[in-house]
T-cell receptor
Framework: AQKVTQAQTEISVVEKEDVTLDCVYETRDTTYYLFWYKQPPSGELVFLIRRNSFDEQNEISGRYSWNFQKSTSSFNFTITASQVVDSAVYFCALSDSQDSNYQLIWGAGTKLIIKP | ETGVTQSPTHLIKTRGQQVTLRCSSQSGHNTVSWYQQALGQGPQFIFQYYREEENGRGNFPPRFSGLQFPNYSSELNVNALELDDSALYLC????????????????FGPGTRLTVL
């Protein structure tokens, strides 16, 4: 069965430090999709990125970057030069066509605290 | 482009009552999914509506029901409220049913915070 593991429950860093949030997934499918969402204290889930299993290129968007490694089933998220506004809970999610019928399977989330 | 909106923002009910939550999908989206998120946990899939029909359901009892209207807006109804129903209820819109939402991603509204006393 599919599973998404975010082993880091909470991370606390000082502003301007770099921080990496880990995501490890399990799926039997060869075609699957991975997502990262940010949930600030306001509660709304904000879509950050989508990646399909055939695209292993790393992606950079401003201070955000994502490292997709199929060999280790990981899709890690790095924030460079963190800012207080990055404080939020970050969720990694997976969907595939077989077991989940494209329903999102969510990790437990990592709470990121950026201290000034 | 209008984003996903939900109403009300907050709601307090007592055990045994019924509640209706509303969601307007993002412009152009024909699929709405509902999630329950308890404090400190990830979202749990309740069900999805695609073209006005239920198109997938999570592990929730029948007292959780929904509707989707021709304009693709949606309602979540919960009957016989229990204390454990206290949570943030999130609506997400997307295109193309489960396949589309699972491939492209979903866009979430701000949520409705339900408290059951």
């Amino acid at each position: 069965a599919q599973k998404v593991t975010q082993a880091q429950t909470e991370i606390s860093v000082v502003e301007k430090e770099d921080v990496t949030l880990d995501c490890v997934y399990e799926t039997r499918d060869t075609t699957y999709y991975l997502f990262w969402y940010k949930q600030p204290p306001s509660g709304e889930l904000v879509f950050l990125i989508r990646r399909n299993s055939f695209d292993e290129q790393n992606e950079i968007s401003g201070r955000y970057s994502w490292n997709f490694q199929k060999s280790t089933s990981s899709f890690n998220f790095t924030i460079t030069a963190s800012q207080v506004v990055d404080s939020a809970v970050y969720f990694c999610a997976l969907s595939d066509s077989q077991d989940s019928n494209y329903q999102l399977i969510w990790g437990a989330g990592t709470k990121l605290i950026i201290k000034p | 482009e209008t984003g996903v909106t939900q109403s009300p923002t907050h709601l307090i009910k007592t055990r045994g009552q019924q509640v209706t939550l509303r969601c307007s999908s993002q412009s152009g989206h024909n699929t709405v999914s509902w999630y329950q998120q308890a404090l400190g946990q990830g979202p749990q899939f309740i069900f999805q509506y695609y073209r006005e029909e239920e198109n997938g359901r999570g592990n929730f009892p029948p007292r959780f029901s929904g509707l989707q209207f021709p304009n693709y807006s949606s309602e979540l109804n919960v009957n016989a409220l229990e204390l454990d129903d206290s949570a943030l209820y999130l609506c997400a819109s997307s295109l193309g049913g489960q396949r589309g939402s699972g491939r492209v991603g979903q866009f979430f509204g701000p949520g409705t915070r339900l408290t059951v006393l």
